[in-house]
Nanobody, 123 residues
Framework: QVQLVESGGGLVQAGGSLRLSCAAS????????LGWFRQAPGKEREFVAAIDWSGSSRYYADSAKGRFTISRDNAKNTEYLQMNSLKPEDTAVYYC????????????????WGQGTQVTVSS
């Protein structure tokens, strides 16, 4: 079992930055692939970014490329999502997720989820 807790969300103006964190506990964190997803009101949860266990392979949604950076610190059992140049359309609840295997974009492949943190970008 892996427990995930997100933090770092908030209200920011368009063009601003936020860094989300996801603290993990439970089973061996270092062997899990990690992902970030988001869900806006009335929309399905969508893939944002994912990273493999070592941090050497990273994947991004087209909407995140060039603006967001996913990273992890296995010594701290923590995953991060640095978000720059934020846009109003980035407004959503952001979730971190973990799976035992390779990082993938399909949310149904992730077994463990955090409770989510709200990100609101004002225009």
């Amino acid at each position: 079992q892996v427990q995930l807790v997100e933090s770092g969300g908030g209200l920011v103006q368009a063009g601003g930055s936020l860094r989300l964190s996801c603290a993990a506990s439970g089973r061996t964190f270092t062997t899990y692939a990690l992902g970030w997803f988001r869900q806006a009101p009335g929309k399905e949860r969508e893939f944002v970014a994912a990273i493999d266990w070592s941090g050497s392979s990273r994947y991004y949604a087209d909407s995140a490329k060039g603006r967001f950076t996913i990273s992890r610190d296995n010594a701290k059992n923590t995953e991060y999502l640095q978000m720059n140049s934020l846009k109003p359309e980035d407004t959503a609840v952001y979730y971190c997720a973990a799976r035992n295997g390779f990082p993938v974009r399909n949310r149904y492949e992730y077994a463990y989820w955090g409770q989510g943190t709200q990100v609101t970008v004002s225009s």
